[in-house]
């Protein structure tokens, strides 16, 4: 990593004054942001004002002053960081030269965009029975007029002036004692903040909710686990539902021209012992098309009928608008984490292409209406079952990336990962506020060569183009594409990267020394494009020499 060391150096006295913690209150120089102007965030790359970037969730820019042919010469401009130890997977919104971050676990930062400079702060310490499995930590934030909205991880969710980084409301929507919690970003559609629960690992019952901006005020609820006499209920036996789980681990999609908001669901609970809950266990594991105006269900896909592989489509629905064999299809793209791409029709869910990107033994194929066809054997046993990909899937909730320039589809992989499943005498028996879950998966196969990886995809066939392998075995990082024929990603050894998008060239590279798990932004602010990555508890912003 040239120079950066000795830049962190001469900026650190700055950097821990200017950033880390309180500071005086200051006006944010922000115009409002309506929704208009969200709704066409594609034709104003110089800002970044969704958790992915615009409601397709591409992840991709419009930006091309930082290139392939240029993207060597990037280097370390300014790092916030952060005074707290929790674990940190924010994406920023960037609007008008401000940025908008999160002080792990729910502290709101407005800085300049430019140098990282405090404008303000809003401090929030949630409820102290609020839990969450796996890290005690938000994603991002939602902008809408004058207002920025945290989802804190107690469920509470919260207003703020964007301007001045004062409380304007603020709505517990769930009782954090019951381990329900809010992790992601919530999601603004016309005058609606849209947001889910996790906790599905507790045993919670999961469900996605819209409140209005102005007043908090909830204005429609969808249960992800159907109770009697909802459509769906069938699909649990006996009172199973009542725990069911799906929770939302990630921020939504929506599509202006169905009115349609689209969100991945957790796995079923318990997660990997479903005997107390025969049937498909509907709406977990599926992806969920909602009215943004009223929340009534319009369509559903199932990626994992009666999961036992804790294998969560928490994943983010990617919209595009592409030629698919021939026709001019509205799609939805998604790389599952039970190792399979799927192409669906984002209008009325018929599923088009569903295909492995990594290693799978769990299913041979689908049939006629998309439904995948069960290897013979592969369910947790007694013994114990080896089963590709294993735990963590073949992705999980890291943001991929689709590029209209390239016309791939770009997934953060767990190349060659396997779990041993094994299952109990006796499914797991539901105590409020405890691990519902089953029997923990053990180690998989030995010997296996298994990597993180970037590989893209092409969505006409499911086949891979080009991979780079990362030199950790995992990853967790999200990845960004750009018109300059960028691909911006990071790994688990804390290195932070530049690939050029058609064909997977290692064009840059620095390591920033923490595991990065977070997505890549980039943003303009007068005239230069800056690249923001969250590697730890700092986050680092980079832009040309």
Known sequence: ????????????????????????????????????RILNADKQPENWLTYSGTFMSQRHSGLTQVNAANAKDLTLRWVFQSRSLEKHEVTPLVVDGVMYTVQGINDVFALDAATGKTIWSYAYKPDPDAHN??????????????????????????????????????????????????????????????????????????????????????????????GPGEPGNETWSGDSWMHGGAPIWETGSYDPETN????????AGPDWNGD?????????????????????????????????????????????NINFKGQPRKVMLWANRNGMFYVLDRTNGQFLLGKPFVKVNWATGFDEKGRPIRAPGIEPTKAGTLVYPGNQGGTN??????????????????????STYVKGEAPPEFHSGQTFSGDFPRAGASGEDMYGAIRAIDPQT????????????????????????????????????????RDGKLLWQTNLGPSIAAGPITYMVKGTQY????????????ALR
């Open 133 to 226: 499995c796996c890290g005690q930590e938000t994603r991002g934030l939602a902008i809408l007029g004058d207002k920025v909205f945290l989802a804190a991880l107690d469920t509470t969710l919260i207003a703020i002036n964007a301007k001045t980084g004062k409380e304007v409301w603020k709505t517990r929507v769930a009782d954090p004692k019951d381990r329900y919690s809010m992790t992601h970003a919530p999601l603004v559609i016309k005058d609606k903040l849209i947001a889910g629960v996790a906790g599905g690992e507790f045993g919670i019952r999961g469900f996605i909710g819209a409140w209005d901006v102005n007043t908090g005020k909830e204005v429609w609820r969808f249960y992800t686990v159907p």
């Open 1 to 36: 990593m040239k120079r950066v060391a000795c830049f962190l150096a001469a900026v650190a006295p700055f950097a821990l004054a200017q950033r880390g913690g309180q500071q005086p209150s200051k006006e944010a120089p922000v115009t409002d942001v309506p929704f208009e």
């Open 276 to 320: 107390a809950r025969k049937g498909d266990n509907l709406y977990s594991s599926s992806v969920i098309a909602l009215d943004a105006d009223t929340g009534k269900l319009k369509w559903h896909y199932q990626f994992s009928p009666h999961n036992e592989f804790d294998w969560d489509a928490t994943q983010i629905p990617v919209l595009a």
């Open 397 to 418: 909730w890291y943001n991929p990336s689709f590029s209209p320039r390239t016309g791939l589809f770009y997934i953060p992989a767990w190349v060659n990962s396997s």
């Open 260 to 267: 349609l908001t689209f969100w991945g669901t957790g796995n």
């Open 531 to 542: 690249v923001s990555i969250q590697a730890g508890a700092a986050l680092f912003t980079f």
């Open 462 to 501: 499911g086949d891979m183009k080009w991979e780079y392998r990362q030199n950790a075995p995992s990853t967790e990082a999200g990845v960004l594409t750009t018109e300059g024929d960028l691909l911006f990603s990071g790994s688990r050894d804390g290195s932070f990267y530049a690939l050029d998008a």
